[in-house]
């Protein structure tokens, strides 16, 4: 019998951002225990630092760079392109045309197909009832609820709740009666969370017991910010980077928290249903915790920075998957998976055909599910932007534990040992020239491959004087 998929991807959430992730201040029980009914990645990737491309990434099993999606969506126009030392190469603002998404496929394959929540991937004709979805609840062209989590969200995909109602709690229910009404056909739901993104708000007796919880730790009376150097662009003249040092914001911890909450009461809905145990649960972020910017609302150390950087705080992200009877509980893996792999994962999961002309980067991890060692294999990034948290223009590759970092403003590379290093703090690239230009021209030959777009010279780039 075919199962069931759920997949949990959150905004903006840290790689250690969960208790079973490791933090010592959020509390996630509900998350914390569903992880432990599978199997846990230590090393799962985000395809991009930012949230639009890896979206588009995990509905097309394609890297960004080759989507054409390689920023998030800015359809006002007012942010890019950004000037700073280079000029930011251009991108596609809405999933491209030609993208036979995951939800497709499925919904090819006898699926029902739901999307609950952010979407973030162009205007109205790019919205989830274009690609493959038979529902739409919540997902419009904006990258984060405007007007606040709190009811009236003016989300125009999602109708209004009581004045108050918060928006993790509406998004929870939709869900669940989306599983509750559902038939006998197999289901796919695309639970795609507008949390932990800003504006970080949450409901005020959630805030007040993690204000106990810091002043117990002695929290409140730690300076968590780090201020760093500047932020390099024209349009940012005099900005620094703000690094958080320690996990300690209230209202971004009860935030998980309520997600907890609701993640449970999804959970008990499967369960309900009974259709739980033919259920495969996969869970995951789009990108690293915000760390350097925008109030720095958590802390991904020991990995450095965060959301919008190239190192490991912007792309290594919580993930775990639980199917009863498939995946071992209490399992953990240190197997590389990045987002495009999700693509032809659900396919075999589904019993159906790949479709390798549309996810031609993805690898299906289900192997790996089931027990099963992976193939070695390098991954790619592609970031020709200036990130809003104070990220620079690059392309990198991780490839036998090492990873190699070529910033596009100066061609400069790092090259910094994962496995002894995760902190990214020494560049190894002098100890290893050989596996230097062995890694550079693998990133070189992908580039070309996948039609990658980079920015150009300023030619009006003027250092600033101190």
Request: net charge negative; hydrophobic share 35%.
């Amino acid at each position: 019998m075919r199962p069931n998929i759920v997949m949990i991807f959150m905004d903006d959430m840290g790689w250690r951002d969960l208790g079973c992730s490791g933090s010592t201040f959020y509390e996630t029980p509900n998350i914390d225990s569903l992880c432990g009914e599978g199997m846990r990645f230590d090393r799962a990737y985000a395809a991009c630092p930012v949230c639009s491309p890896s979206r588009a990434s995990f509905l097309s099993g394609r890297y960004p760079a080759r989507t054409g999606v390689t920023d998030w969506i800015d359809n006002s126009n007012k942010f890019h392109p950004l000037h700073g030392k280079v000029v930011e190469a251009p991108y596609l603002h809405h999933l491209p045309d030609d993208c036979h998404t995951i939800a497709q496929a499925l919904h090819d394959g006898g699926y029902q197909t739901w999307h609950v929540g952010k979407w973030h991937l162009g205007l109205r004709e790019y919205y989830p009832e274009h690609f493959g979805f038979d529902v739409n609840i919540g997902g419009c062209s904006w990258g984060h609820p405007r007007d606040g989590y709190f009811s009236p969200w003016h989300i125009e995909t999602l109708p209004e709740s009581p004045d108050g109602t918060y928006l993790t709690d509406r998004l929870t229910d939709e869900a669940i009666r989306l599983i509750e009404n559902a038939d006998e056909r197999p289901f796919y739901l695309n639970m795609w969370e507008y949390a932990v993104h800003t504006p970080i708000q949450a409901k005020p007796r959630d805030i007040a017991r993690f204000e106990a919880k810091a002043k117990k730790l002695g929290l409140d009376r730690v300076d968590p910010f780090v201020e760093g150097e500047d932020i390099p662009t024209l349009e940012n003249r005099g900005k620094h980077v703000v690094r958080r040092t320690v996990q300690s914001d209230c209202a971004y911890a009860a935030m998980i928290w309520n997600l907890d909450e609701n993640i449970g009461r999804l959970v008990e809905a499967l369960e309900k249903k009974g259709v739980y145990e033919n259920t495969l649960i996969v869970f995951s972020s789009d990108n690293g915790g915000l760390a350097t910017a925008e109030g720095s609302p958590t802390c991904n150390a020991p990995a450095s920075e965060g959301k919008g950087w190239m190192f490991e705080g912007g792309t290594r992200v919580p993930a775990f998957a639980v199917w009863k009877n498939v995946i071992r509980p209490g399992t953990r893996t240190d197997e590389c998976i990045i987002t495009p792999d999700f693509y032809p994962t659900f396919l075999e999961a589904a019993g159906l055909p790949p479709i390798p002309e549309q996810h031609c980067d993805g690898v299906s991890f289900l192997p790996v599910l089931r027990g099963e060692k992976g193939k070695e294999r390098p991954l790619f990034w592609h970031y020709p932007h200036y990130g809003n948290q104070g990220g620079r223009p690059g392309g990198s590759i991780l490839y036998k534990g090492y990873k190699l970092i070529e910033f596009f403003e100066d061609m400069h590379v790092e090259l910094y040992d994962l496995a002894r290093d995760i902190a990214e703090v020494n560049d190894v690239s002098r100890e290893h020239p050989a596996l230097v230009e062995e890694m550079k021209g693998m990133l070189h030959v992908w580039q070309k491959e996948v039609g990658a777009k980079f920015p150009e010279k300023n030619a009006g780039w003027v250092p600033v004087r101190r």
